[in-house]
């Protein structure tokens, strides 16, 4: 288990987000929808079940372009996360929620989750994370 994730199920999911990050990058559309389905194909495999895990969603999200429908895995993830109470993931999650509603210009919005963001990352020895956070309120606040 890592991270309360099926070691198998883990080293899959960032297999294909590794190979979907490669190909996004170098602007393979193909390639990139491909393995962008074979997450979802994934997650939806696995929701509702014990193998059921924020990382993926999340990382689903990371890779969808709409903002609506991230918007939505995002809070998929985080509703998973709290419930297995991973508190890591609950901060990032919400990080990356508040950093959407920022694109969508709802600059309250994103304040509120980066706020969130930062009392779940308070007890956190991910400092790059807290950071990102706090830099993210800075921002938000200006």
């Given at each position: 288990m890592i991270d309360g994730m099926d070691a198998l199920?883990?080293?899959?999911?960032?297999?294909?987000?590794?190979?979907?990050?490669?190909?996004?990058?170098?602007?393979d559309t193909y390639a990139t929808w491909g393995q962008y389905h074979l997450l979802d194909d994934i997650c939806?495999?696995?929701?509702?079940?014990d193998l059921d895990h924020p990382m993926q969603w999340e990382l689903l999200a990371d890779f969808t372009p709409n903002v609506k429908n991230a918007i939505?895995?995002?809070?998929?993830?985080?509703?998973?996360?709290?419930?297995?109470q991973l508190f890591d993931y609950c901060a990032s999650i919400k990080?990356?929620?508040?950093?959407?509603?920022?694109?969508?210009?709802?600059?309250?919005?994103?304040?509120?989750h980066a706020q969130f963001?930062?009392?779940?990352?308070?007890?956190?020895?991910?400092?790059?994370?807290?950071?990102?956070?706090?830099?993210l309120l800075l921002e938000l606040a200006e």
């Open positions: 199920l883990y080293n899959q999911v960032v297999g294909v987000s590794t190979a979907l990050a490669i190909a996004a990058d170098g602007n939806q495999q696995n929701q509702g079940t939505l895995l995002y809070e998929k993830a985080m509703a998973l996360a709290e419930q297995t990080l990356a929620l508040a950093e959407c509603y920022r694109v969508q210009g709802k600059s309250q919005l994103a304040f509120r963001a930062d009392k779940y990352a308070k007890d956190l020895s991910d400092l790059e994370l807290r950071q990102q956070i706090s830099q």
